[in-house]
Each structure stands twice: as C-alpha cells, then as structure tokens.
C-alpha cells in the first residue's frame, strides 16, 4: 500500500504551496487502491487548506474522547501524518459510504416497497410471524425506520394491533444487521467492479425495475469503495499512539456505548456506524469489545432517528417509537456486562487466523466478529423479549395515553402522508389510499346526516353538515399537494397510472361534498324558508333512493383504498337498481303532484331536485369505480 497523504515541500517558516505526490507507506503493503486515490486527488498546487475552524472542532473531539486514558495525550507520535489530507480521505470516503447506503436503499425500496408492504399486512398473525416478517422486510428494503412507519400506517388503519406491531419492530433490529454482514466480507476489490455493473443497467435501459436493480448493486460498489478510501485515509494512524491510546478507551464500555449513540444520533443510521466500526477493525485500530460497545451504542442512537420522525404524528406512531427506544435501551442494559463472554463466544464462532499476529489478525478477525456480534445481539434480545410483547404494549399505552376525541380542525389534517415515504413511491401511494379512505368516511358522514336534516332537521343540522365540507377541502388539498410531490418522483407506468386514478377519486370526493354542502343544504333551507312539509310516502321512496346512493358511494371508497376490481364492479352494476328507483321515484312525485295538499308545487319541485342531486352523487360514486377497473368514465362538467 502508498501513503497518498505525504506532502513534497521546502522547509521554510511560512506556509508553503504543497504539491501533492505518491509516496510509499513503509505501514501497510501496495494494492489497487492506490490508483483509485491517487485518480481522486491527482496533483494539485496550491490547494488551500482546510479552515482551521474545521481541523479545531475535528482535534478538539479526538482529545475529548482522550480522557478515557490521559496518557494518551501526553504519548508521543511514532509516525508523521498529515492530517489535512486524512481528514480529506476520511470525509470523502464517509460521503461515498453513506451515498452508496442511502443509494441502495431507496433503490430496493422502490423495487421492492409494495411487495413488501402486503407481506407485512399479511403475515403477522402472531408474535413469531411478526418477528419474521419484520426482518425479512427491513433486510430487503434495507430500512428498519421505513418498516416502523409502514407498522404505524397498518396501527392506524386498524390493520395490525400495537402488540402485533412490537414483534415486526423486534424482527426489523435483526434485518438491520444484513447490511453488516454484507461490509464485513471487505471485498473491495469488486467495489469498481459492482459500481460498473451497476451504471450499465442504469445507461442502457429505460425499464424502470433493471433501473433500480442496478441503482441498489452500484450503491453496494460505492459502499464498499467508500470503505477502501476511508481505510486508505486511516492507514497513516496504525502507528500512531495517542490515536491508539483513544481506540483503547473505547473497550470501556459506558465510553464507547456513549460514543455509538451519539455517532448514530449524528449520521441517522445504525448500519452506517456499524459498518464504521467494521472499518476501523479492518485496520487493526479498534479491537472486539470495543466495537461491540460502539455497535450497543448504535442500536440505541438509530432510535433518535423515530423519536425525531414521530414528532407531530399520532400517538401510534408516538408509541411505536417508544417501544423501540424501550426495547434497544433494556437490551442494551442487560448485555452491558456480559460484552466479554460475548466478544468471547463470537470469537470461537467466527474464523479465526492464527497464522497471522498483532495488527494484521485483529484486522483480519475482527470485522466478521464484531458482524456476528452485532446479530447475535440483536437476536438474543428478541428471543428474550418475545414473550413480553403484551407488557410492552400495556407500558407505552400507559407512558402515551389517548388524547380527548379529535376536534373539527384535526379531523381535517392528513393523518397518513409521511413526507419521509416519498423516497418509496409505492409506499407513498399506499399512504394516499390511506387518506382517501379517510376522506371518504368524512364525506359518507355527511351524506348519511344530509337527507334526515332535510326532511326534517333545522338550520343548525344543516350547519352542522356544511361545516364538515371544510374538513373534507383541507384533506383534499392536502392529498392533491402530496401527489404532486409523488407525481415529480421517477415513477413506474403501473404508479403513474395508479397516481392518477388516486387523483381523479379525490377529486370525485370533493365533488360530492360540494353537492352536499352547496346544493343539498340550500335545498333544505328552502324548505324550512317555506315552511314545507315532506309528506310520509315521498319520505320512504327519498329514503330509499338514499340508502342505494350511500351504498354506491360506500362501495367506491372500499374499491378505491383496497383497489378492490370486485367491489368497483358492484357500484358500476348498481347503474340500473339506481336507475330503477329513481323512474318509480318521478313516477310517484308525478302521481303526488296532483294530491290535494298546500304548497304541493314548490314541495314537488324541492322534493325533484333531491333525487336529482342523489343522482348526481351516484355518478361521482360509478366514475371513482371505473377508475379502479381502469375504464374511466367520460368526463362531465359540474
């Protein structure tokens, strides 16, 4: 291996221009990597060095962390490193590393989300099969948080009970620590190779699955190529004592749990520490039980990341959160002593090299140790904890308690659109069926309420249900701003049609409120204004007419949350009962006309333009069902 790191300079008493070269490293052997760093720094004269602002905090923190044993400050250096150009090294390859995570990531969400998403609302008939389902999503998708937002959704729809919940969160610590099983095999001799192989699909095809398929393989390359450069940059620090006497700190273990947490806190990722760590073992700077306590750590900090993420959400997600912190945070507790006996059976578990000594056997045992650690870890909790799923349920309901009934403004703000989904179209749009499912129930109220205040209510009953029209226009706008924020994402042609469909049923939606509160609440203020009376007869048949109508629009809301074909076919066959009862409506009302009765005219002409508006509302019902069965119905003006 070379040093890229060593500076070519006259000594003189002011800061001189630097020209960058290659130089041997007399610490670690040659290898490709040298070419790859020496491509990315090139040679460059008068480059301007890093502001001390920077080079402070980034010391301060080094010697900060020092206290753990004070004689690592007073050490003195056995080698001669140049920290403006390591801090280089390890910045660039932290962003390659973490670019290559979040890259991988969105990629296999995006192939993968709503796959995933019916296996989690399928298969969590139990504690076990929750547990299951939890790691098998998040080890696909890459995402524990993304899985603990999906559990919420299905919380809150009354899909999943919180006790079904907290064995999928317990399941998603375990999927997690794929990805450091994945880093730990260190073969960052095919990071240029996976990074090629996956900008090939990306470049030559425009099918959207290859696309991200090869997004997720050349996120993989950049993880592992931000790893090489990071070891590179590191390199310089494996004879460096003070830098030693630091990572030694680390063994105790309320210092490096401490130091875990807060990284993790920082950079919004428990895989990304961990496979920090990884590196650092891979160069021989950090021993097992040191990278067992930062990896402790870590399991707590990704909890911030929730904690952040629940803020303003409702209290199932709240709780959601929280039995995650509790679940981490009393694991944590109780393997706090036991970090020797298991940094002592994961390494009788893992391969061992003991032809190799010092420096180089740590680097070449520990990564795949402190990998088995950290999953033996987090599945030993589970399996301890398992049986408590009812106690943790009964806690976080205690510790978050339900809230008075909701007020008019809430009912009004969108429960289920999680910015943090739009990464993952398919959950997104998930989500908006969610909402239109919610707006529908709103609008389906008002209905129900309309005829009787009608017929016989007072103009408080009427006020009541114009007043809840607003709720439905604020979800409305709500849901429309969201789906264009979906609509700007890279889309498939199945969401894309998809996205359209959920727009055109919301706005079917608001149509009927507005029918509702425009045209239906006038019609019964004339009534009262007029002092009409409804008579008996015409009351059944308007009732009659009115169940079938609130059946239809029932039938389309399911058809349009569940994207049920069979339940949007029973709206659009309702077209001739419809038809049907509405002829022997007109048929009555024109044999009514002519009863001897005061103001029969002006009751004809009100009672009329009920069913006429009961129709109308039918017809936004039948076109939110064709939209599902993908014959959409011609548009018409109103």
């Known amino acids: 291996m070379i040093n890229p790191f060593l500076p070519e300079s006259p000594g003189c008493p002011t800061r001189p221009r630097r020209r960058w070269r290659l130089a041997p490293d007399p610490v670690a052997p040659s290898s490709h990597r040298d070419l790859t760093l020496s491509i990315w720094h090139g040679s460059v004269r008068g480059r301007p060095p890093l502001p001390r602002w920077l080079l402070g905090i980034l010391l301060s923190f080094a010697t900060g962390l020092a206290w753990a044993d004070p004689a690592a400050v007073a050490a003195p250096p056995v080698a001669t490193i140049d920290w403006e150009a390591m801090i280089i ?11 290559g995570m979040e890259r991988m990531s969105d990629a296999l969400k995006a192939v993968a989300g709503e796959r995933m998403k019916d296996i989690l609302a ?30 919420v959704g299905f919380i809150t729809a009354g899909f999943m009970t919180l006790t079904q919940s907290i064995g999928v969160i317990m399941g998603a610590n375990i999927g997690s620590t794929l990805t450091a099983q994945i880093i730990a095999f260190q073969v960052d001799e095919l990071a240029l190779l996976l990074i090629a192989v996956g900008f090939l699909p990306m470049f030559v095809t425009r099918r959207e699955t290859w696309r991200q398929y090869g997004a997720a393989t050349l996120g993989i390359g950049l993880i592992f190529f931000g790893m090489s450069v990071m070891s590179e940059a590191m390199a310089p620090l494996r004879g460096y004592a003070p830098f030693l006497d630091v990572m030694r700190g680390l063994e105790r273990p309320v210092v490096g749990i401490l130091v875990g947490l807060a990284f993790t806190a920082l950079i919004q990722s428990s895989a990304a520490t961990t496979g920090i760590v990884i590196v650092l073992a891979g160069q021989g700077l950090i021993n097992l039980p040191a ?5 402790l750590g870590a399991n707590i900090g990704t909890c911030v990341t929730a904690l952040l993420a629940c803020i303003g959400k409702p209290r199932e997600a709240v709780r959601a959160a929280l039995v995650h912190l509790i679940f981490n945070v009393a694991g944590v507790l109780i393997w706090f002593e036991f970090i020797a006996p298991l940094a002592h059976f ?16 740590l680097a070449a045992e520990a990564p795949r140790q402190i990998a088995n650690a ?4 987090n599945v030993a909790n589970t399996l301890l904890f398992i049986g408590f799923t009812s106690q943790f349920a009964r806690l976080v309901n205690w510790l978050v308690p339900e809230r008075p009934e909701e007020g008019a403004e809430r009912v009004g703000r969108a429960r289920y659109l999680d910015e943090e989904l739009l990464a993952t179209p398919a959950l997104a749009l998930d989500r908006v069926r969610m909402e239109a499912l919610r707006m529908g129930d ?8 309309i005829l009787p205040a009608i017929i016989a209510g007072n103009r408080d009953s009427l006020a009541e249900v114009k007043a809840m029209d607003d709720a439905v226009d604020s979800l409305h706008a709500q849901i429309i701003d969201y789906l264009g924020k979906i609509s700007r994402l890279t889309l498939t042609e199945a969401q894309t049609a998809d996205l359209i469909r959920l727009m055109s049923a919301v706005n079917d939606l608001e149509n009927i409120g507005d029918v509702i509160e425009t045209n239906l609440v006038v019609l019964g203020n004339e009534r009262i204004d007029q002092g009409l009376s409804i008579s008996q007869p015409t009351r059944e048949v308007l009732n009659g007419f009115h169940r079938a109508v609130t059946k239809s629009v029932w039938g389309a809301v399911q058809a349009v949350a569940q994207k049920n074909v069979l339940a949007a076919q029973t709206v659009m066959d309702m077209k001739q009962e419809i038809n049907r009862i509405a002829d022997s409506a007109a048929l009555h009302q024109a044999r009514r006309l002519v009863a001897a009765e005061p103001k029969r005219i002006p009751a004809y002409t009100i009672e009329m333009d009920i069913m006429e508006k009961l129709k109308r509302i039918y017809y936004f019902s039948k076109r939110m069902a064709k939209s599902v069965t993908g014959e959409p119905e011609p548009r018409e003006g109103g």
């Open 346 to 361: 994961v390494t009788w578990l893992s391969p061992s090299h003991p032809e190799l000594t010092g420096a180089e056997r």
């Open 291 to 295: 990278g067992i306590a930062l990896a």
């Open 442 to 449: 709103r609008v389906q109220e008002m209905l129900a309420r």
């Open 122 to 151: 399928r298969l969590t008939a139990n504690r076990w099969l929750g547990v299951a389902t939890g790691a098998l999503v998040t080890a696909v998708i890459q995402s524990s948080s993304v899985t603990t937002v999906l559990v």
């Open 374 to 377: 950290h999953s033996l870890f």
């Open 89 to 99: 090294g390890l910045l660039g390859g932290l962003a390659l590393f973490l670019f």
